[in-house]
């Protein structure tokens, strides 16, 4: 079992719990993530390691309340445990040898984007961040990021808290104000991904995108989670999470990541909590 | 006198359009009066050719001879002084082509019933005894174990009865491999699996899931936190796509998703959140056991059509006679000498339509199997709204590419002394299908026995 030590609302739909896993917290770097299992009925959900803490041997992991899943998630506390949670998953994003980075968080895509920022940061690189959000309730992460970055650029699509706009508008601001960036670092919706990667592909940056599609086992023995890049069919889970956005092919993800739609709108309206919520 | 019946005492079984709406066991076992009369059908033959045919060499004739006397028991305890999961064994062995195509009985007529014996004296004991296996005098040596599939489990359960002190890790949230993600429950319940797994913790291996090795821990770490020796039996759980067109569309699956959503996750319970795809006609491409289990749990899980699209004849399949025959019972489309060439989505891309060519048999190929060829301009489609693909799979290379030292062969396959089961490294030991690519449940655990006994000769001086 897996103990919960912190939670904490990042804002109404958003967040954080530090987890006792020594055996992940000692292995996991930037870009991997983890299969949880909340109990013994419980799906197993992939989430991104968004940050560890090698002494105390805990994983923070940040996640959106978005169905049935992260709903039951969100209604454990601090000093509750978890069935399962496995991992380090996935390859590390590979940020050697950058020495000028813009990254780039969506909404909840910036909890996945943090250890990135912050592992770029400590690496000695020049760091600047997007984070993109709908609207000022939303805003995650601000003091976070502004600790690991050189310039923080907070964006909303209303204007009601930093920049008015999108990612892509400041992203090709700052690209024709003459950043030269040795790499781009895009994480968020699949659509922003998508945008960000046509964005970038015209100056020739080098474009990391983190691919969320199904998954089961996050080892590589389902195929659930292949996703085609360049033309060829790759396992996210083990040949990813990351892959270089100018070779994706995000309609089809977009697609398969709708297969369960029905499903899960039906879970979220029979899901065992709600089901209880009811009683 | 033996009894002559040419005929098996038939084995109790739930109705076909019963049972292919249900995921209980299909057949039932045997009750003590059906086991005794079986039995008196042996010959109890000399020269023990059925003893042969068994990969693990269980005393076959002496066992059955028990059971013919009804000292149950004592039939169990002659089967497990070679064979450490007598119940999973009797459900799902091969027995047609290992000791029951040996033996005598069946020249003329069906062999002796020799998998539903064992299984009965293994499901006898289970719910008659209430002995607990104790955990032996430590000998204070620690041996690693990756992967609780039958190689690992049995590997472990030898270990500890000599004494060592043996930790299996697996990848899942559950031990049991391929039995319990990938075998469904209606021919191998799942309980019967946690009952031997059980057994083993008895004995004090300590089975930690999670745990996935190359990733959560290496090998050469196993071997820093002092494990003397480490057991590699981590399957061949890699899918095996076609590489045609359309396998990128909702409503394909690889079989290893689809069981195990169904087996592992168990879609077919509400009580369990597992999502799985509601299907109506269903393809399963593939000629294996894979392919019925995948087939027969379609059916279970409410489609209306399924079809097994296999691109050599019925003689040719791989699968178990039982299983083939089993899921004609059940409803089971059988569409021999067909091969799909794309699938066809529709707007939303979703399957709607597998596009299929017929085959002919030519020559024998390497496998001594007729080629199949295919057919000109005999292209057709078949309307369907999930396809899942059966066709193979090969070992996971997460762990030979993150330990050195470790050779494969071509097929990803690790390279052992076939004697040992050592791998290319001191110390490391493999067994099962990671060694041999997918093969039995029986061969697995007869490598991981050889293993144990070579990792005790190994540890003994040390
Ligand atoms: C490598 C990876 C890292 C991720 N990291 C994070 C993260 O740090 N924070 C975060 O909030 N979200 C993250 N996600 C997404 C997260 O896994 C899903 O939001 C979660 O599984 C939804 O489950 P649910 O039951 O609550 O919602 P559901 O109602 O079941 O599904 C909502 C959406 O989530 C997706 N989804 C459902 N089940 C799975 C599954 N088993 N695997 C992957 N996606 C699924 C579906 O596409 C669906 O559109 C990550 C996904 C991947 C693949
Ligand atoms: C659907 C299906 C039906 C079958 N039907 C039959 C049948 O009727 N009769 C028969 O004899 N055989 C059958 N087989 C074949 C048989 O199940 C296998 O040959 C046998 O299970 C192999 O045993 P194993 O111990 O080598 O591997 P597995 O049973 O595959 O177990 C390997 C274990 O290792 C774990 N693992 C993998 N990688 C790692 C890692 N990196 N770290 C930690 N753990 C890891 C896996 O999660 C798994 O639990 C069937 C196979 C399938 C898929
Ligand atoms: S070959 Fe058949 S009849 Fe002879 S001993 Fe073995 S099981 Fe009995
Ligand atoms: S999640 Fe199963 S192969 Fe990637």
Redesign the interface.
């Known amino acids: 079992m897996y103990k919960i030590v912190k939670k904490r609302q990042l804002n109404e739909n958003v967040v954080l719990m530090e987890i006792e896993a020594p055996f992940v917290a000692k292995k996991a770097l930037a870009g991997q993530f983890i299969i949880l299992r909340v109990d013994e009925y419980g799906e197993r959900i992939p989430l991104t390691v968004a940050d560890y803490d090698h002494e105390k041997g805990t994983v923070t992991i940040i996640f959106q309340i978005v169905g049935a899943t992260t709903k039951l998630l969100s209604t454990l506390n601090e000093g509750d445990c978890l069935k399962d949670f496995a991992g380090p998953l996935g390859k590390a994003t590979e940020l050697d040898g950058v020495k000028k980075a813009c990254v780039i968080g969506g909404g909840v895509g910036c909890a996945i984007a943090y250890p990135s920022a912050k592992a770029l940061f400590n690496n000695g690189a020049q760091v600047d961040v997007i984070a993109g959000f709908r609207n000022k309730d939303i805003v995650i992460l601000e003091e976070e990021f502004r600790a690991v970055s050189h310039n923080l650029y907070i964006t909303t699509d209303d204007g009601s808290y930093g920049e008015k706009g999108f990612v892509t508008d400041k992203l090709k601001a700052l690209i024709e104000a003459g950043n030269q960036y040795d790499l781009v670092l895009a994480i968020g919706p699949v659509p922003m991904m998508k945008f960000v990667s046509k964005t970038t592909e015209p100056y020739g940056i080098k474009t990391l995108v983190s691919l969320n599609p199904i998954m089961i086992d996050g080892s590589g023995m389902c195929g659930g989670c292949r996703v085609n890049v360049g033309g060829e069919i790759k396992f996210a889970c083990v040949d990813g999470p990351d892959f270089d956005g100018h070779q994706v092919n995000f309609d089809e993800l977009m697609r398969r990541n709708s297969a369960y739609k029905e499903q899960e709108a039906h879970s979220r309206e029979n899901c065992r909590l709600y089901r209880k919520e009811a009683e | 006198m033996p009894n002559m019946s040419l005929k098996k005492v038939p084995m109790p079984e739930q109705a076909a359009d019963v049972r292919n709406k249900n995921f209980e066991e299909v057949a039932k076992g045997y009750t003590a009066e059906m086991a005794v009369e079986e039995a008196t059908r042996c010959l109890n033959c000399k020269n023990k050719p059925c003893v042969g045919g068994c990969p693990v060499n269980v005393h076959i004739p002496d066992f059955i001879a028990k059971v013919a006397t009804g000292e149950f028991e004592e039939a169990y305890r002659i089967i497990t002084s070679t064979n450490g999961l007598p119940a999973v064994c009797g459900r799902v062995c091969p027995q047609e082509s290992q000791c029951e195509g040996k033996c005598v009985r069946g020249i003329k007529g069906e062999p002796v019933g020799i998998g539903r014996l064992e299984r009965f004296c293994a499901d006898y004991h289970m719910a008659n005894s209430s002995e607990k296996a104790e955990k032996p005098q430590s000998n204070g040596k620690k041996v690693a174990v990756v992967g609780a599939g039958p190689s690992g489990l049995t590997c472990a359960g030898d270990l500890a009865k000599k004494g060592y002190e043996v930790t299996v890790f697996e990848?899942?949230?559950t031990a049991g491999g391929v039995l319990v993600y990938g075998i469904p429950q209606f021919r191998l319940p799942k309980e019967i699996v946690a009952k031997e797994v059980k057994n083993l913790e008895d004995l004090g291996v300590e089975i930690k899931?999670?745990?996935?090795i190359g990733?959560?821990?290496s090998v050469d770490e196993l071997f820093e936190m002092g494990y003397k020796a480490v057991f590699i039996g981590s399957g061949a759980?890699?899918?095996s796509?076609m590489g045609i067109e359309g396998?990128?569309l909702?409503?394909v699956?690889?079989a290893?998703?689809y069981l195990?959503?169904t087996n592992l996750?168990k879609a077919y319970r509400d009580?369990?959140?597992?999502?799985i795809?509601?299907s109506k006609t269903v393809a399963v491409v593939g000629g294996g056991n894979v392919a019925m289990d995948a087939a027969r749990c379609a059916k279970r899980l409410g489609a209306e059509t399924v079809y097994i699209v296999y691109r050599r004849g019925l003689e040719e399949m791989p699968a178990r006679k039982e299983e083939i025959h089993h899921a004609m019972e059940e409803g089971v489309i059988f569409r021999n000498l067909n091969n799909p060439v794309k699938i066809i989505g529709d707007e939303?891309?979703r399957v709607k339509a597998m596009e299929c060519v017929e085959m002919e048999l030519g020559e024998p190929d390497d496998s001594g199997r007729r080629r199949p060829v295919v057919k000109e301009n005999s292209n057709f489609t078949l309307d369907v709204d999930t396809v899942i693909m059966a066709i193979g799979t090969s070992p996971?290379?997460?762990i030979r590419s993150t330990t050195k030292g470790l050779e494969t062969n071509r097929r990803g396959c690790l390279v052992v002394n076939e004697e040992t089961m050592q791998t290319t490294r001191e110390g490391v030991y493999a067994g099962g299908d990671a060694v041999t690519g997918a093969a039995t449940v029986i061969l697995a655990m007869g490598a991981g026995k050889q293993a144990a006994k070579a990792i005790d000769e190994y540890l003994g001086d040390k």
């Open positions: 990848a899942f949230h899931t999670n745990m996935i990733k959560t821990l759980g890699l899918p796509f396998e990128d909702i409503g699956y690889s290893n998703e195990t959503r996750m009580e369990y959140d597992t999502p795809i509601k939303n891309g996971n290379p997460l």
